[in-house]
Structure formats: structure tokens, C-alpha cells
């Protein structure tokens, strides 16, 4: 039994919860998936649950490598940045036939009533991704006003992508997400606008 034996059951339980959603997967999609034996999964996942955690701690120790380093390759700006990560959500759900969203947004919505460690690894997460738009907001400096609660902003911006995907897979329509980043960047551009504002009328 090694790491690697253990990576690998993760990351086929990840696709295919991201696929067919946790309640849908069962342990025998994974070891099908996988072609290992039982006792090698039950080895290192004493349960299906056990295996999410698994899952929620790969997505948490891997969003730089796995999201954001790929999501904004070749993106200096970090307002561009922002706007590059939502794009990667959009791709996904073209590529997939709105099949595929947010994978930590689908398992919060799909989860009615998770253990704690789920809980609360999936609010790590949506911390994680809130707090590496926070940094672009940060990166953004003076482009911002001074007053914008740029915590408040991140969560904004979480909020419209997940609710942008959830309409998009529900009506197979991109036009629910292209509306909703359209009034987001507006709402930046606006909020860029003021802070030029600001500073001319510092200078003179």
C-alpha cells in the first residue's frame, strides 16, 4: 500500500463526483474507475465519507497547481485574473454540456447535512478561493478605492459564480453566466472609475 494507491482512488472519486455527483458514486464506481481491489480502498477509506474528506483535502492543498496556476497562466493583471478564473468556470460547462460546474459548489449543494470535517473542509475551500481573489483585489492597490471591503467583494464575487453556474445547469443557457460576469465587471469598472476619480481630484 502506497501514496500513490491512495492518489489514485482520490482522484477517480473526484471526477467522479464532479461527473456524477457524490450521492450517485458509489464505492464500486471508484474501484471500477480505479482497478484496485476493495481491501486496498477500504485500506485508506474506511467509507464513502471518508473518501470525500479525501477529496475536499485534495481540492484544499491543491488550488494553486491545480486551478489558479493553469487558470492564470499568461494573466499579470490581477483584475484580468479574476476575470480569467470565472472564464475557466465557463469553459468547463461548455466543454461539458453543463454538466460540470463548480465541484465544490455542487458538493455543498448536494450535501444537505455533512459531518463537521466535511463542513467544514468545504468552507475551507470557498475560503481558499475567496481569499486568492481577495489577494487579486489587494494586487489591484490604488486601482480601487480606498473604502471597498475587499473581503466583502471576494464573497460577492463567489456568490455570482456559483449562482451564475447553478442557472446556466439548470436552464443550458451560458447566457445566465455571460449576464452575470458582465454586471460584475461593471460593477469593478465602476468601482475603478471612482478610485481615478478620487485621485484626480487629489492632484489638482
Known amino acids: 500500500m502506497n501514496a500513490d494507491?491512495?492518489?489514485?482512488?482520490?482522484?477517480?472519486?473526484?471526477?467522479?463526483?464532479?461527473?456524477?455527483?457524490?450521492?450517485s458514486t458509489s464505492i464500486a464506481d471508484i474501484l471500477s474507475r480505479t482497478q484496485i481491489h476493495s481491501g486496498s480502498l477500504y485500506?485508506?477509506?474506511?467509507?464513502?465519507q471518508d473518501v470525500l474528506v479525501g477529496v475536499l483535502e485534495f481540492y484544499r492543498d491543491g488550488i494553486k497547481e491545480n486551478l489558479l496556476d493553469y487558470a492564470w497562466r499568461?494573466?499579470?493583471?490581477?483584475?484580468d485574473r479574476i476575470f480569467a478564473l470565472l472564464n475557466g468556470y465557463r469553459t468547463q460547462l461548455l466543454v461539458s454540456d453543463f454538466a460540470?460546474?463548480?465541484?465544490i459548489?455542487?458538493?455543498?449543494?448536494?450535501?444537505?447535512?455533512?459531518?463537521?470535517?466535511?463542513?467544514?473542509?468545504?468552507?475551507?475551500?470557498?475560503?481558499?478561493w475567496t481569499a486568492a481573489i481577495g489577494q487579486c483585489l489587494a494586487d489591484a492597490g490604488d486601482r480601487l478605492p480606498g473604502d471597498t471591503d475587499r473581503q466583502a467583494l471576494s464573497e460577492?464575487?463567489?456568490?455570482?459564480?456559483?449562482?451564475?453556474?447553478?442557472?446556466?445547469r439548470a436552464?443550458?443557457?451560458?447566457?445566465?453566466?455571460?449576464r452575470s460576469v458582465s454586471v460584475l465587471r461593471d460593477h469593478i469598472d465602476m468601482l475603478c472609475a471612482r478610485a481615478a476619480r478620487g485621485a484626480d481630484e487629489t492632484v489638482h
Open 156 to 168: 460577492f464575487i463567489l456568490t455570482t459564480m456559483e449562482g451564475a453556474i447553478m442557472q446556466c
Open 171 to 178: 436552464q443550458r443557457d451560458i447566457g445566465y453566466f455571460d
Open 74 to 79: 499568461d494573466v499579470e493583471d490581477p483584475i
Open 5 to 23: 494507491t491512495r492518489n489514485k482512488i482520490v482522484v477517480a472519486a473526484m471526477e467522479l463526483f464532479w461527473e456524477k455527483g457524490y450521492n
Open 105 to 128: 459548489g455542487n458538493l455543498a449543494l448536494e450535501i444537505a447535512e455533512p459531518d463537521p470535517r466535511v463542513r467544514e473542509l468545504i468552507a475551507t475551500n470557498f475560503n481558499n
Open 43 to 48: 485500506h485508506f477509506f474506511p467509507g464513502k
Open 100 to 103: 460540470h460546474g463548480c465541484p
